[in-house]
């Protein structure tokens, strides 16, 4: 009898560049907007400058990848350390890194799955052009895509150009928005988002002219909103929650114009980006070639009426564990139905079925998960080790509900979650850890930086020996 998972399948695990690499100023490296942001948090956590120090460890590093026996492993490039300014002079020590990386990678039998930009956005962008508000952005970022499509394309065949485009786009800190009037601040995100999706199209189509065989697609942050009743205004804010934060940007990737609503959204908001003759066909050939996606959690929404502060029912509301607003049509509730983590996280392995469903059913593409996992504050025992049950019992989970969505007939290409080892969590540094690899530090003390298997790596070793057999 055939397995549950395809003799092919592509277990792996995922980092980004900010979060693991460190050296954050060495090799002629850039500063980021990641490590800006980290930075101004040093006080009181960890930040980027050494992070899990990946920069002095990989070839260690991808000693345990094999020793896991990752088919695939899915991390990111950081745009500065290849093009310290964002758009001048190439930095051959960052390119010479990377592609080290890659090789050895390779020699160890785990194909690269990179990912293009991570919330890292080279800071000499955000001072010249106000970042991704001007068009020029567009272009630097093309310019960095085929560089990596021409050194590397002949070695990595799957891109993810942006990671989570729709989740980063609503977070004012990682776009660097300053600007205090909300509506003034919404103007210049949906510009943003905008010139986002044109970089990925071009950068798409870059990828089809330079790549043999080569596939360009987002790293989407998915949502999964249930209505809190069966009232049908819950189920349209819970709907309309799902369009409005991750749906509308799939339609891009995939249709290349925005869906009627969210059309509609930007002209009842007065905030309809500036687009040029030509785009329509940018945007149009760009199109993506598979779909990854990122799941950790469920939502639960309920109806919110407009007022008259949000005529158009487009409702700023906060979410109760993420900080920064959001707009929909709804208010984030609790689900009574699931269990929460430690950090609020709602989780649910059957809304990934759902999710992997519902992503198949509108496009048709095959799909990948690129991160899924818990973050915890594991913590290092007597007898030298990590017991974390709890990892491994969410993984399982999901794990279930990956094997019951290929049943549904779901292309699902492989499974790789986040973190194949402790990394810098964006809002707790090293308090909060998901990897399979513990790295001896915290968030003030750097240690030893030892790399400790926890018992969750033995478990997925043996989950990866047995290709799924053995959850
Ligand atoms: C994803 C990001 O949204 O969530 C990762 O792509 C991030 O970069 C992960 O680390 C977990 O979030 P956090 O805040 O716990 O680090």
Redesign the pocket.
Known sequence: MAGRFPENFLWGASS?AF?IEGGWDEGGKGMTVADYNSFRRSARQADSKVASDFYHHWKEDIGLMKELGMKIYRFSLSWARIIPDGDGQINQAGLDFYSNVIDCLLENGIQPFVTMY??DLPYALVEKYNGWEDRRCVYAFERYARLCFEKFGNKVKYWQLI??QN?MIRVDERMNIQEPDPWKADKIRAQMDYHMFLAHALAARACHELIKDGKAGP?V?STCTYPLTNKPQDVWAAKMNDCMKTVYCLDMHYYGKYPGYYMRYLKERNIVPAMEEGDEEILKAGRMDYIAL?Y?RTLCASYLPADEEHPAGMRVFRGNEVDFDQYGYCRDEKNVNLKASE?GAQIDPMGLRIVLNDYYSRYHLPMLIT?NGL?MADELTADGRIHDSYRIDYIRGHLEACALALEDGVELMGYSP??FMD?L????GFR?R?GFVYVNRDDMDLKDLKRIRKDSFYWYQNVIRTNGEEL
């Open positions: 980004s979060q991570h919330f990671n989570e989740l790293a942050s990122n950790y950090y991160e973050g986040w973190s990394l969590s964006c809002h707790q909060k998901y």
